[in-house]
């Protein structure tokens, strides 16, 4: 059976369940920094930086 | 766990078990690789074969296919690293080695190559790294590494680029996983109890910041690749061949079971030959799919998370299309998940 299914569940295991998530999206989020900034320290410029280059050239 | 389920059809197919299988970066190709020698490409929406890539005298063991469709290498038991043109099957470039080739895999940009060779007949394990010349037809190849080092201690089973250049990551026959400067080969990192047995299988999210393996000691887990701290645990009842990361879902695919020979009760034949979907934040079991008639060896899904293929050691290739119900299911509520 697919655990799909499942809805009766209880007030505790819901909570650690979105405890959990929201420790995997805080790292996920870390892990999304640390990636942009190893991409800045090896001189690739990231998107957002590339628009903000332009528009200060503009002006 | 709905499915539609397609068998690779297109010619014979296989004739013995499967090592690994992958889809390039579109997923409208899929890449077969067999002890029967041969490496098939399969259209992966109908299960028809495109073609075949023929040429090594052994098993072969690993193939990696670049993003863009254009290069696939492999490795096998012939002690030979191989380049293909992916589109027409030609044989590009072969480079030799004293032993065999066990894995292989393409670095993010597809300008790099890393394979393991075995350890065997006095000659070291070692790890290469080849600079891939993608200018003309690609049969202008270097004979010689880029760089390469013998990792000391327990024999490298697979391997990977990271998102750090010349950082590559490994897993060991021990259980351990590691890091490993390509330049002057040190192990800048490890975790000796990542697993408690042979590291089967290793594959990374699609940012390269964390990693999923599998393992003889009938556990998958999930690493982040910076620290190689163990992030979560699925625990199973049979020594695992393959995991895989679902993208766009939060779910990991294991896959592996136990040879006929070494199961004694009628229990353990039990659920033994089945894809088993895990939570992977949560690591609760959410489905399992049933399918080969003998351990499956090697796990991959679909880019876009659309559906997965399975390869066993039946010899069967399967691709399993995910239904409506599997996209809309959100069997533990409305958390969202970071991908």
């Known amino acids: 059976e697919d655990a799909a299914e499942e809805s009766n569940v209880s007030a505790e295991l819901v909570a650690h369940r979105k405890r959990l998530v929201d420790e995997w999206n805080a790292w996920r989020a870390r892990c999304k920094r640390d990636i942009a900034e190893e991409k800045r320290s090896r001189g690739q410029k990231l998107n957002g930086e590339h628009h903000e280059e332009e528009k200060e050239e503009i002006e | ?339």
């Not at chain 2, 098939?40 to 023929?54: A, D, Q």
């Not at chain 2, 999923?212 to 049979?238: M, N, P």
């Not at chain 2, 089945?274 to 679909?302: D, Q, S, Y």
């Open chain 2, 1 to 339: 766990m709905r499915l539609a389920s397609v068998d690779m059809v297109g010619g014979v197919g296989h004739e013995r078990s499967l090592t690994q299988i992958k889809f390039n970066a579109e997923g409208d190709l899929l890449f077969s690789c067999s002890k029967d020698h041969i490496i098939n490409v399969w259209f992966s929406h109908n299960g028809e074969r495109l073609g075949t890539y023929e040429g090594h005298n052994g098993t072969v063991w690993t193939i990696d296919v670049d993003s863009q469709s254009r290069f696939l290498v492999s490795g096998s038991a012939d002690n030979e690293l191989r380049l293909w043109n992916v589109s027409d099957g030609k044989c590009l470039f072969v480079w030799e080695f004293p032993t065999a080739v066990k894995r292989v895999a393409f670095s993010d940009d597809d300008e790099r190559v890393v394979c393991i060779t075995e350890q065997r007949m006095g000659y070291q394990g070692a790890i290469r790294v080849f600079n891939l010349n993608r200018d003309g037809d690609g049969t202008n190849q270097s004979q010689e590494p880029e760089h390469m080092f013998h990792p000391i201690g327990s024999k490298a089973t697979v391997c990977a680029f990271t998102y750090t250049p010349n950082l590559v990551l490994t897993g060991h026959e021990s259980g351990k996983v590691a890091l490993f400067d390509v330049v002057s080969g040190t192990e800048v990192l490890n975790n000796e109890r990542a697993h408690m047995d042979i590291v089967t299988d290793l594959q990374l999210s699609p940012d390269r910041s964390y990693f999923v393996t599998s393992s003889k000691d009938k556990t998958a887990r999930i690493h982040d690749t910076k620290t190689l701290r163990v992030l979560k645990t699925f625990t199973t009842e049979t020594p695992l061949n393959s995991a895989a990361l679902a993208p766009n879902k939060p779910y990991v695919l294991v896959g592996g079971g136990q040879e006929a020979m070494q199961v004694t009760t009628t229990s353990l034949r039990q659920g033994k030959f089945e894809t088993r979907f895990w939570h992977k934040v949560l690591e609760e079991e959410v489905g399992r799919v049933k399918g080969h008639f003998g351990p499956i060896n090697t796990i991959a899904v679909h880019p876009a998370g659309t559906s997965y293929a399975s390869g066993g050691e039946d010899g069967f290739v399967r691709v399993h299309h995910f239904e409506e119900s599997y996209f809309k299911a959100k069997p533990y509520g409305d958390l969202e998940i970071e991908d």
